[in-house]
């Protein structure tokens, strides 16, 4: 194996690929590179969320590994100092999730068993999936829905049995129309908050102005503010420390075709 001084060599001189050589320099009590004071980030914007995610990732790799599941070798972050909170994923059976995506890659229709929380009885129906969304608490498939004639979404935990995938379908990705639309929301603090509270919560979401502008795709909205636990439907009035944020432009997003109806993402299911 190559020291380290071999590879600095390499490095600078052409041998590797390197595009920042005034950015780096070389500890040799660390064994590695430290960035310096002109230090610039040519593949990551630099953002402290890319590396958490990645220290994330790497955790969730190194409890495969420990339990046998994955083999792939681990980048030596040394994230002793880390701790991930796991809970238990809704269980989704492997047949139903191959079934999706093939169905989603050759725009086809497929003929499912599902069940919901407002129609106890399994049923069948004939669905074209489109994209798979997981929206931080649960997987659900984005489709077409031949029985209501609309784009639905269906959680994925709750197919039965095994996806017959039938024949193609005109109703793709490109023909959900609520799903190609971006909308903007406009999320506040609180107001019921007192004033230093409210400046807590602007400077815990770098809010300029006092506002945070939040992009998404029509069916994907409501996750992302249930995620981001922002209130749009009068719960921040009673409950103000649990609902920091707030939805300012409710009426605004009803009006291009967003839906906010019961908070909990199990009652809202197709």
Request: net charge negative.
């Amino acid at each position: 194996m190559r020291e380290n001084s071999t590879y600095e060599h390499l490095s600078f001189s052409g041998g590797l690929p390197y595009n920042s050589p005034e950015g780096l320099i070389y500890d040799r009590s660390l064994k590695g590179y430290k960035p310096t004071e002109q230090f610039v980030p040519r593949f990551s914007e630099g953002k402290v969320d890319e590396y958490l995610m990645l220290l994330h990732r790497e955790k969730q790799h190194q409890r495969q590994h420990e339990a046998g599941l994955l083999t792939l070798p681990l980048m030596d972050l040394r994230y002793g100092h880390i701790e991930i909170l796991d809970v238990p994923n809704r269980h989704i059976d492997p047949k139903i999730v191959r079934g999706l995506v093939q169905a989603a890659r050759g725009q086809l229709r497929v003929d499912v068993d599902y069940v919901s929380l407002s129609s106890e009885e399994q049923s069948g129906r004939n669905i074209v999936p489109h994209t798979l969304v997981y929206d931080g608490i649960r997987w659900h498939v984005r489709a077409y829905c031949e029985k209501k004639g609309v784009y639905l979404d269906f959680v994925m935990s709750r197919f039965r049995g095994e996806p017959e995938l039938l024949d193609t379908s005109p109703h793709g990705r490109d023909q959900d129309l609520e799903w190609n639309t971006q909308v903007t929301a406009v999320v506040i603090p609180n107001p019921t908050l007192s004033a230093g509270q409210q400046a807590i919560i602007a400077s815990d979401y770098a809010m300029p102005d006092g506002k945070l502008l939040l992009n998404q795709r029509i069916p994907l909205m409501h996750y992302a503010l249930e995620r981001m636990q922002v209130s749009y439907n009068g719960d921040h009035e009673q409950h103000p420390l649990l609902y920091p944020l707030v939805l300012a432009n409710r009426d605004e997003l009803v009006a291009k075709g967003c839906i906010f109806k019961l908070r909990s993402p199990d009652l809202r299911e197709s």
